[in-house]
């Protein structure tokens, strides 16, 4: 039986490529990744021009653990 994508890991990638706290973590949902991704946007105003964009992406292997 195979987890439904919105129950097996995730991870959040930046537009960029770059890594940080976020891109190192891997969530145990799309939801507990969405509610991370939440925080940080919550805390700038939609004209700070330093906000990095990001992307929530499934784990193609979760026992691999963080994709880099």
């Not at 039986?1 to 973590?25: E, F, K």
């Not at 700070?48 to 193609?60: E, F, G, L, M, P």
Request: proline letters at 7%; glycine letters at 6%; one cysteine or more.
């Amino acid at each position: 039986m195979r987890a439904s994508p919105q129950t097996r890991p995730h991870r959040i990638v930046r537009s960029d490529g770059g890594s940080d706290q976020l891109t190192r973590q891997q969530f145990n949902s799309y939801d507990a990744a969405y509610d991370a991704l939440a925080t940080y946007y919550g805390d700038f105003c939609c004209s700070d021009d330093d906000r990095i964009d990001y992307t929530i992406k499934a784990c193609s292997d979760p026992a691999a653990g963080p994709e880099p």
